[in-house]
């Protein structure tokens, strides 16, 4: 990703300021600086177990799989990692709203105790249009995220006087619920607004989940992160939203991603990369985490365990056939705790340091 916005976005972020009833609530430059300042440098993965396909079977009462997370969680903090990016779920608040809480406070509680504070994502334009509750789908093999669904779905999105305050009440009581929790390290409340086609429709919902988001009155930043440069109107309103910045780029040219980061560092705001690490695509750990590192921006690759949602293979090439291809795309360690690759490991735990 390639961001070349810099004139078109501050002029957007001061005429929304100037129009919008959420930006004088939107924190400072000063005062998100000083939340940053204040962390040590963030690490972690785009989070999901590996007994999960997709969001909902990860929160569902029968298959969230707390003994699997504590154990894969324990494997993150022996890399030094202290962020995980975490999707919540539309459909099972839906159906069981006290049910989602006590399992989102229960995991909280299994990340403090590995020194982890994760950010948690609302809605996802990624993936299948369509979702249900109940038993999901068995993983098609070989096929990158097959069962992984968007949130809200597809079929839903046109009648939104219907859809709109469902989604308010779900935003409103998790943010509500764990607005001083300092657990919760980010409130990221929309992941790649616009991508499946969607495009700048998806701008509606970005504007309400941040006014849902402020109403419920987090201690917490919110953020919407940037991650298709053709995408103009949405990366401006994104940017002149968010309380902290956040990107997505998995290039592997180092020239590339030095200039998503300074383009981006010139808002003022501190920067997180909340997804990068592709190896096919030569985004690689050894190649990308220490230049994050070096311009203190938080670096939270997709992927930890090979598990159900197949993202060991890539977005665009399904091998049906075969069992594990010989270079992984995402992820880090197979289910028994071996890693893909020892070199990446020892580069992780280097990058983590304190």
């Not at 007994?51 to 707390?66: F, G, H, R, V």
């Not at 109107?233 to 590339?256: F, I, K, M, P, R």
């Not at 750990?285 to 197949?310: D, H, R, Y």
């Not at 399904?318 to 690759?341: A, K, M, Y």
Request: glycine share 6%; charged share 25%.
């Amino acid at each position: 990703m390639r961001i070349k916005l810099i004139p078109a976005l501050l002029c957007a972020i001061v005429a929304v300021g100037c129009t919008s009833n959420v930006i004088p609530t939107r924190w400072t430059p000063e005062r998100a600086q000083e939340w940053y300042a204040a962390l040590p440098w963030l690490s972690g993965c785009d989070y999901i177990p590996a007994s999960a396909i997709n969001q909902i079977e990860m929160w569902s009462a029968d298959t969230y799989d707390p003994a699997r997370i504590d154990t894969e969680l324990g494997w993150a903090e022996e890399l030094g990692f202290n962020t995980m990016r975490v999707y919540l779920s539309s459909v099972v608040y839906a159906h069981d709203p006290e049910g989602l809480k006590t399992r989102l406070d229960d995991f909280l509680t299994i990340c403090d105790k590995h020194g982890i504070r994760p950010v948690l994502v609302f809605f996802d334009d990624c993936w299948n249009p369509e979702s249900a509750y109940e038993k999901q789908p068995d993983p098609k093999p070989g096929i990158h995220n097959s069962g992984w669904v968007q949130d809200p779905s597809v079929s839903l999105r046109a009648d939104t006087t219907a859809l709109y305050p469902a989604l308010e009440k779900y935003l409103k009581d998790i943010v509500g619920t764990f607005k001083d929790d300092q657990r919760v390290l980010l409130w990221d409340l929309y992941n790649e607004p616009g991508n499946s086609g969607h495009k700048e429709t998806s701008i509606p919902l970005v504007k309400n989940a941040f006014r849902w988001a402020r109403e419920a009155g987090p201690s917490q930043p919110l953020s919407v992160g940037v991650w298709n440069d053709s995408l103009k109107e949405l990366n401006e309103v994104q940017l002149a939203l968010s309380d902290v910045t956040t990107y997505h780029n998995y290039s592997g040219d180092l020239e590339d991603q030095q200039n998503a980061i300074d383009t981006l560092k010139a808002y003022g705001r501190p920067v997180l990369n909340t997804e990068y690490m592709a190896r096919t695509r030569g985004c690689t750990f050894q190649k990308v985490m220490p230049l994050l590192k070096e311009n203190n921006v938080a670096a939270i690759n997709w992927g930890f365990v090979s598990g159900k949602t197949n993202t060991i293979f890539a977005w665009d090439t399904p091998l049906p056939e075969v069992e594990e291809p010989e270079v992984w795309f995402h992820d880090i360690f197979r289910q028994d705790h071996t890693p893909f690759s020892e070199e990446e490991i020892a580069v992780i735990k280097e990058c983590n340091k304190r």
